[in-house]
Nanobody, 121 residues
Framework: QMLLVESGGGLVQAGGSLRLSCVASGRTFSNYIMGWYRQTPGNKREFVAGVSKNDETTYYADAVKGRFTISRDNAKKSVYLQMNNLKPEDTAVYYC??????????????WGQGTQVTVSS
């Protein structure tokens, strides 16, 4: 089992920034592709960003390209999501995800508990 614990969510005004963190434990972190998803009430969880096992490759949903940056630190067993120029439509619960093969299409092996991000207009 892998435990993923997110932090860094909160309330921010439109145009502001937040940095989400996710710390992993229980499995060999570098064996997993890591990603971030988000979900709003009544909607499916949607992919936001992913990063390869060695931090060489990153990929993003079109809605966040150019504004969000995903990164990881294997020594700290952590993955981050830097979110800039936030918009009200970015408001959601953000989830950390880990999978050894693919975090973009699922199914996902492990999920965090989520952290709320609220962007006010």
């Amino acid at each position: 089992q892998m435990l993923l614990v997110e932090s860094g969510g909160g309330l921010v005004q439109a145009g502001g920034s937040l940095r989400l963190s996710c710390v992993a434990s229980g499995r060999t972190f570098s064996n997993y592709i890591m990603g971030w998803y988000r979900q709003t009430p009544g909607n499916k969880r949607e992919f936001v960003a992913g990063v390869s096992k060695n931090d060489e490759t990153t990929y993003y949903a079109d809605a966040v390209k150019g504004r969000f940056t995903i990164s990881r630190d294997n020594a700290k067993k952590s993955v981050y999501l830097q979110m800039n120029n936030l918009k009200p439509e970015d408001t959601a619960v953000y989830y950390c995800a880990a999978d050894p093969w693919d975090v973009q299409t699922g199914p996902i092996d492990f999920w965090g508990q989520g952290t709320q991000v609220t962007v006010s207009s």
